[in-house]
């Protein structure tokens, strides 16, 4: 993953911005839309992202369940959850595709301490930038979501690019184009809205009342949203978080922790060298030796 | 007027021994990575001060190297610890020597209590250092995913990584006052080079202990 010429960035790890290039057109915001009542389960998508991406991912075990691999991994940046819900006579099989949501308000860029190693462009994507990346693991402090997944080959965080690859040169993401269900949609943020409430519509008048969209305010919305049939209990599908956004002791420890670390050693060094001007150094006089000698001798053991 | 001396004056008592070549080697083992901690810490914890990682070979080395460092540190302090904590307790005259602390800062401590081989600020470096270090190395250790990645939760590791900032710069803090008082108080620093310091200087500072070295109480 690198950053692409044809990408502006919004954001940049550790780093301030420079707004893009004069003269540019505005930034289009991008979305991808999983509609989850649409989903069969086939993992078309989660194929099509090892094959588009080159992952190779280690055949693992399975445990009688079908979420395979078990959960993300560094080499598995989308994975279908599995959940059943059994209520009354009814049995509901929710099928959440999972994977990153590209935060607007990204808490791994936030958390992120190394210059340029997580980028945001102006379209809303969230790319890891390997190379600058230094395996600390910030990043999976700072996601709300439980996303990144540090590689134990190369010590580097890996995740969902959202194909910023495919979509700089006018493609969908490759999980988008492999849905044969059209499931997964492309296209601008505004469009995907607009396309959803057709969808809730349809869901609604079909039994589901709390069928809507999923694109939390907590993180300032996301650009990967989902139409879910139970809105109103996102947790159902495999733990979504219900009101996600970046934890506090994160808000705090990338905060206001900083400036005032800075400051006050800053001030330490400062009260030092004033106190030293002012006040001079605390010396020992002859007056103290010759006290010294007076109570203990020349020589002494 | 008295002629002012710095440890080697024409009119010196004779020096009085305050540190043995094994703990000042534990000493300046427990100095020196404090020091490597707190640069290669920082370099991580503040943008502005990434160009740190230089020091130590690029940010996946600085991230790879800070902990290891760290156990260093920790073995070393717990040595530091133990050859000092009986020296370090709380008496009545420390409560004094704080309260009188303007006086101290204005080098003006003549008329205050005898004092024994610590005085309360020193004391306080040692019992504050002792317990930063303490939850630096237990957070650390959280922290340190290469290894314990999976022994704790997100929220556990959220915290952690809040308290070890937190305390790196409260730790920070007490090491400039500590060199900040080695520096000030002249003759203090060949205590920890050589080993002794001047009998003027003991019975200046350290009154009490410095009785009880020469056996003159
Ligand atoms: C005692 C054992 C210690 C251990 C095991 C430890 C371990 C760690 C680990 C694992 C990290 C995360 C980055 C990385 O993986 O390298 C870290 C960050 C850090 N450490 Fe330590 N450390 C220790 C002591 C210290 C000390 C004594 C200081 C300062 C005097 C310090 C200052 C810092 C700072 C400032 C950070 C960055 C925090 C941030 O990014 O907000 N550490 N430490
Ligand atoms: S692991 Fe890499 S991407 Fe994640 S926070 Fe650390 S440097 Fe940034």
């Known amino acids: 993953m690198s950053v692409l010429q044809a990408l502006d960035l919004r954001r940049r790890s550790a780093s301030t911005v420079a707004p893009p290039p004069a003269g540019k057109a505005p930034a289009v915001e991008v979305a991808k839309l999983i509609d989850v009542s649409k989903c069969i389960g086939c993992k078309a998508c989660q194929t099509a992202c090892l094959e588009w991406n080159q992952l190779d991912q280690p055949i693992g075990q399975t445990d009688g369940i079908y979420d395979n691999p078990r959960d993300l991994t560094p080499t598995s940046w989308t994975v279908m959850k599995f959940t059943e819900i059994e209520k009354d006579d009814n049995l509901e099989w929710l099928i959440r595709k999972d994977g990153c949501m590209h935060c607007d308000d990204p808490g791994c860029l936030k958390a992120c301490p190394a210059p340029g190693a997580i980028v945001q462009y102006t379209n809303g994507i969230v790319d890891f930038v390997s190379e600058n990346c230094i395996g600390c693991g910030y990043c999976v402090k700072g996601c709300p979501f439980n996303i990144p997944r540090i590689s134990k080959v190369d010590a580097k965080a890996y995740k969902c690019t959202l194909c910023s690859d495919r979509v700089v040169v006018g493609q969908a993401p490759a999980c988008a184009k492999a849905c044969p269900t059209q499931a997964i949609y492309f296209g601008t943020k505004a469009d995907m809205i607009v396309h959803a409430e057709g969808r809730i519509t349809d869901l609604k008048s079909r039994g589901y009342k709390n069928a809507g969209l999923y694109d939390p305010k907590g993180v300032n919305g996301t650009h990967v949203m989902y139409v879910l049939h139970h809105a109103d209990q996102p947790h159902l599908y495999a733990g979504l978080p219900d009101n996600p956004r970046i934890s506090p002791l994160v808000g705090m420890w990338k905060g206001i922790l900083k400036p005032l670390s800075l400051a006050a050693i800053a001030f330490a060094g400062v009260f030092g060298l004033m106190h030293y001007v002012t006040k001079g150094p605390n010396r020992v006089t002859e007056h103290d030796e010759e006290k010294a000698v007076e109570l203990a001798g020349r020589d002494r053991p | ?217």
């Open chain 2, 1 to 217: 007027m008295t002629a002012q001396v710095d440890g080697d004056a024409k009119v010196e008592a004779p020096p009085v021994s305050r540190y043995t070549f094994a703990a000042r080697i534990n000493h300046w083992i427990t100095a020196v990575s404090l020091v490597l901690l707190a640069l290669s810490g920082l370099a991580l914890f503040h943008p502005s001060l990434f160009f740190f990682t230089y020091l130590f070979g690029g940010g996946q080395l600085t991230r790879i190297i800070h902990p290891w460092i760290g156990v260093v540190l920790a073995v070393s302090f717990l040595g530091l610890f133990l050859r000092f904590f009986a020296l370090n307790f709380w008496k009545r005259e420390d409560t004094i020597w704080m309260k009188n602390l303007g006086q101290v800062i204005n080098n003006k401590e003549e008329g205050l209590p005898e004092l024994g081989k610590y005085n309360a600020g020193q004391k306080l470096v040692f019992w504050g250092q002792s317990i930063l270090i303490l939850v630096l190395l237990l957070s650390g250790v959280v922290l340190w995913d290469t290894y314990f990645a999976d022994y704790t939760q997100i929220d556990q590791k959220r915290l952690a990584a809040v308290a070890h900032a937190f305390c790196a710069i409260a730790a920070i803090l007490i090491w400039i006052v500590h060199v900040y008082a080695a520096i000030w108080v002249k003759g203090t620093l060949r205590a920890m080079t050589r080993g002794s310091v001047t009998g003027g200087w003991a019975w200046k500072h350290h009154r009490k202990w410095f009785r009880q070295e020469v056996g003159k109480p």
